[in-house]
């Protein structure tokens, strides 16, 4: 009988986490109307720009519905998830710094990629670091349409 080698997909250990280093991550996500339709109604958000066609089309400047703007957020961290914390993380700290320069409208692909700007033990935590992450999303066509910079709480490799 092998032993083979088992190898577990996780996010990075606090220790793994390099500042400076930008993570791409890949596949993108290419949104459709059903996600943006299902997002905003199971977060009771009634806005009519992200749930009513023939009022979304004669608005100007976009003369469409727009993805609802949380789901973009949402889906910009998701993105980075299987790459970075995947089972790693101990919690989300705090959101700071978001913006959303352009839109995104059903059918466009998020991209998405994350800079580490710095990293610290925690004096309350043994065993845990904060880890500030810079998540920057794009579109197809390369327009940035979300920015957020993101505080977690990340474990430490286990002692082996």
Sequence with gaps: ??????????????EEFEIGTIYEHRPGRTITEADNVLF????????ALHLDAAFADAQPPFNQRLVNSMFTLS???????????????????????????????????????????????????????????THTARNQDGVIVAKAVRQTLVRKAPAE
């Excluded at 577990?8 to 250990?13: E, Y």
């Excluded at 905003?40 to 806005?47: D, G, R, V």
């Excluded at 790459?83 to 959303?100: I, K, R, W």
């Design 75 to 133: 889906t910009l961290v998701g993105l980075s998830v299987a790459q970075l914390t995947q089972g790693t993380l101990v919690a989300n700290l705090g959101f700071s710094e978001m913006a959303l320069p352009a839109p995104l409208f059903h059918g466009d692909t998020m991209y998405a990629e994350t800079l580490v700007t710095d990293k610290r033990e925690s004096k309350s935590r043994p065993g845990e670091g904060i880890v500030s992450l």
């Design 40 to 47: 905003t109604t199971l977060t009771m958000n009634t806005q």
């Design 1 to 14: 009988m092998s032993t083979a080698r088992r190898v577990v997909q996780r996010g990075l250990w606090f």
